[in-house]
C-alpha cells in the first residue's frame, strides 16, 4: 500500500517543524522510554553518582547497564517485533520491555524492576511537555520581538480605531501592534509558569504509594526516597511530586494545553485584526512574487496566511476542553479512558501551536503598511471627529458653546445625508469654512485637521511598552532573538 493510500495529518505533512515532528516521533517515545529503564537500573544498581549517598545495591550487572545503554535507540528492524510482541500481549509497554530485552539480553530479567507502565508513560510524556515548551518558547518570543520591531516603525503613523467596528478615536499603527504584543506576553508568562511547574512523576509504582520498590529494598523508605530523587535528577527536573495515582494528575494536562489553547485564541485575534485591515488596504500580510491568490481572480491578494492562522488558532483553542474532560473523568487512582484521547490531544496541542508560531513569525516578519490608504480613511473620517476641535477652538475664540454645536450638529447631518444618500465625498469641513460664524478660527483649520493630534500619547506608550515590558520578557531569550534577526528572511517569508 503506498503512503498514498492512507490517511496522513496536514501537522506533519504541512504545518510543522522537524523538531517538534521528532519529539512526538514513534522512535523518541521509544527510546525515552529506554532511557527511563537505564535511570531507573543505573539507580537501582548504584552506578549513577548524583548524591553523596549513591550505592543502593541491586544485584544489576555492569553488562545488563551496557547492553542497555548500546541499544538505547530504537532501530527501525525493532518497530516490527515490537507491533509483533504487542498484538500477542495486547499490552504496549510490555511489548516493549520484551523488545528491548532482546537487544539486551543480560537486562532482559531486570528491565522495569518495580516499576508500573506509567513510570514510561507518564515520565516520558512529562519530559515530551517541558521539552516542547522549550521549543515553543523562543519561538513565541522571536514573534514578539519581530512585532515589537514593527511597532516601533510605525508608533507616530497615525490610524482609525474601531470599536463596535465602525471607525473611532484615532490610534496609531504601532499601538494597535502591541495590543497584540500584550496580549502574546501574556501567552509567553502562561507557557513559562506551565513549564516552570513542571515536576517529574518519579518512581511511584502501581497507586503511587512505592510499595513495590519498597519491597524490592526490604523496607528502607530512605533507598525508596533517594532511588525517586536520583531518577528525577537524570531526566532534568527540579522535583518530583510526591503526591501521585498511578499516574501524574491530569490537572497538569490541563494546565499545559489551557496554556497552549489561549495562545490559539491570541493567535486567531491577531489573524482576524489582520485580515480585516488586509480588506480595506491599509495593510496586508507577505506576498510572494509568484504567488497565485486565486485559481480564477488572477488579481486576487488574498491574506491566506493569516486565514491559516484563524484556522489553526481555532483548532488549539478548542483542545483545553479535552483535557478538562479527561482529567474530570478519572476515577480514583487511575482509569484507562484517558489513554486514548491523550495521544491525540498532547502531540496535536503542541504540533498546532508550532504550526501557529511558524505562521505567525513569517506575518510578523513582512507586514506591509500602505500610508496613503490609511491617509484617505482618516481623511474620509476626521471632519467628524474634528468637530469637538471645532468647538473647543471656538470657546477659547469667545463664542458659544451651544451655539457653535447646534452649527456644527446641522452642518454635519447634511454633510452625512450625501455622503449615504448621493455617494458624494464627505464636504463638512468646506461647510465650516463657509459659514462665516466659524471665521475665528478658520486660520487654525489645519492644525486641528492634524491627525498626529488625535492620537494621544500613542507613540510614547508604544516606546515605554517595547523598552520596559517587552525588553524585560524578552531577556531570557536573548541569543534566540539574536538568531532570529539573522535568519534567512526569504526563507522565513516563503511559508
Known sequence: MSSYDVYETPFTTR???????????????????????????????????????SELGLAISDEAISQMKAHV?????????????????????????????QAAPAAA????????????????DLIFIRDGLNIL????????????????????????????????????????????????????????????????RGVKGTTGTQASFLQIFNGDHEKVERLDELVTAKAGFKSAFIISSQTYSRKIDVDVVNALG??????ERIGGDIRHLAMSKELEEPFEKDQIGSSAMAYKRNPMRSERLCSLGRYLSSKPSEAFRTYAGQW?????????????????????????????????????????????????????????NFIM?????????????????????EAGRR???????????????????????????????????????????????????????LGPYEREVGEGRMADMGKILSI
Open 15 to 53: 504545518y510543522c517543524s522537524d523538531e517538534v515532528k521528532k519529539l512526538f516521533s514513534p522512535r523518541r517515545r521509544f527510546s525515552t522510554w529506554r532511557q527511563l529503564w537505564i535511570w531507573l537500573a543505573e539507580a537501582e544498581k548504584g552506578t549513577f553518582q548524583l548524591t553523596q549517598v
Open 73 to 101: 535507540y530504537i532501530q527501525d528492524a525493532e518497530f516490527k517485533i515490537a507491533q509483533e510482541e504487542e498484538a500477542r500481549r495486547r499490552h504496549d509497554v510490555m511489548a516493549h520491555v520484551h523488545t528491548f530485552g
Open 109 to 124: 530479567g531486570i528491565i522495569h524492576w518495580g516499576a508500573t507502565s506509567c513510570y514510561c508513560t507518564d515520565n516520558a
Open 137 to 200: 518558547l523562543p519561538k513565541l518570543a522571536q514573534s514578539i520581538e519581530r512585532l515589537s520591531a514593527f511597532a516601533q516603525q510605525y508608533k507616530d503613523l497615525a490610524c482609525l480605531g474601531y470599536t463596535h467596528g465602525q471607525p473611532a478615536q484615532l490610534t496609531t499603527v504601532g499601538k494597535r501592534a502591541c495590543l497584540w504584543i500584550q496580549d502574546l506576553l501574556m501567552d509567553l508568562r502562561n507557557l513559562e509558569r506551565a513549564r516552570d511547574d513542571l515536576r517529574f
Open 262 to 267: 489561549s495562545f490559539g485564541a491570541t493567535c
Open 332 to 388: 480514583f487512582e487511575r482509569t484507562l479512558d484517558d489513554s486514548a484521547i491523550r495521544r491525540l490531544t498532547l502531540p496535536e496541542s503542541f504540533l498546532c501551536a508550532d504550526a501557529c508560531l511558524t505562521l505567525l513569525l513569517n506575518i510578523a516578519s513582512g507586514l506591509v503598511v500602505y500610508p496613503a490608504v490609511i491617509a484617505k480613511r482618516i481623511a474620509a473620517e476626521l471632519p467628524l471627529m474634528a468637530t469637538e
Open 393 to 413: 477652538a471656538m470657546v477659547r475664540r469667545g463664542g458659544s458653546r451651544q451655539e457653535a454645536h447646534e452649527r456644527i450638529r446641522v452642518l454635519s447631518r
Open 419 to 473: 455622503v449615504k444618500e448621493e455617494g458624494a465625498e464627505n464636504d463638512l469641513i468646506e461647510r465650516v469654512r463657509g459659514d462665516a460664524f466659524f471665521a475665528p478660527i478658520w486660520g487654525e483649520m489645519e492644525a486641528l485637521l492634524d491627525p498626529a493630534t488625535f492620537v494621544g500619547r500613542a507613540p510614547q506608550q508604544v516606546e515605554r511598552f517595547v523598552k520596559g515590558e517587552v525588553a524585560g520578557a
